[in-house]
């Protein structure tokens, strides 16, 4: 019976081939397991990057005041993108 600390996940194919690669002798890691953690916290690595980024493009405008704001409708979003 699986532990509920314990995430159980099969891989066949071309996704089992790749896991094989990168453990062993000629891999980086150990066992898959050890490589499916790293994958995990790669991608939490990520994801806050990139709301770090987001966030950094956006707190320009969030500190702008009202008046550097200008209202354009639909169509001058259309037609601006149409001309790119």
């Not at 790293?38 to 990057?49: F, G, K």
């Not at 950094?56 to 790119?84: C, G, K, T, Y």
């Amino acid at each position: 019976m699986a532990s509920e600390n314990s995430i159980h996940v099969r891989v066949s194919g071309q996704l089992q081939a790749h896991i094989q690669r990168q453990i062993g002798e000629n891999g980086l890691y150990e066992n898959a397991s050890e490589y499916i953690r790293a994958l995990i916290r790669r991608d939490l690595e990520t994801r806050a990057e990139a709301w770090e980024w987001l966030r950094d493009e956006l707190e320009p405008a969030l500190r702008a005041d009202e008046s550097e704001f200008v209202a354009v409708s639909a169509e001058d979003v259309i037609r601006r993108n149409q001309s790119r």
